[in-house]
């Protein structure tokens, strides 16, 4: 398959909620650089849900850092950062590395210490394969039903079953 390597989920979680920070300190991660929509939040939440702030807290209080690099618009990551402050970057366009490896330079974070969630592979999972990280995908919260989401879905199915086929021995 065609890059594979770069497409690939490292791990897949159901939710967001499941990637806690002794997983994360399991695996050494202190930072991770996290895709917005749909992976925390549908489209549709300006904000962060209660479920996300507190998904937050638990990382903060575990000393995990929290940035956000997202292919979406800059107003739209200002305002779901409002309260956080969070290093973020909007427009990133992932899988471009650019942005994240501005977010790890702002933070201190270097590749063996630092994972990247998202929910998608053609973007999240090949930025964070190309910049060296860990990258956890979660299964889009709701996808839009365009076309043109249908079929960014479509080009990731044999990847999904790929990954599946690998990580059977896991369960
Ligand atoms: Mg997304």
Redesign the pocket.
């Known amino acids: 398959m065609i890059f594979e390597k770069y497409i690939l989920p490292g791990i897949m979680f159901d939710t967001f909620r499941d990637v806690t920070p002794e997983f994360l300190a399991e695996r050494g991660i202190k930072f991770l650089i996290s895709?917005?929509?749909?992976?925390l939040v549908t489209y549709d939440d300006p904000v962060p849900t209660p479920e996300v702030s507190e998904w937050f807290d638990r990382m903060a209080a575990a000393g995990v850092r929290v940035a956000f690099v997202s292919n979406n618009g800059k107003e739209r990551v200002d305002l779901f950062n409002r309260d956080l402050g969070f290093v973020s970057y909007a427009k990133a366009g992932k899988p471009k590395t650019k942005y994240i490896a501005a977010a790890m330079r702002d933070m201190g974070a270097t590749a063996d210490n630092t994972a990247l969630l998202?929910?998608?592979l053609l973007t999240?999972a090949a930025a964070g394969a190309r910049a060296g990280l860990l990258s956890i995908i979660v299964p889009?919260i709701k996808d839009k039903r365009s076309l043109f989401f249908r079929f960014k879905r479509w080009l990731e199915k044999p990847y999904l079953k790929k990954y599946n086929k690998l990580h059977k021995s896991d369960r």
């Open positions: 895709d917005i929509d749909n992976t998202g929910d998608q999240d889009p």
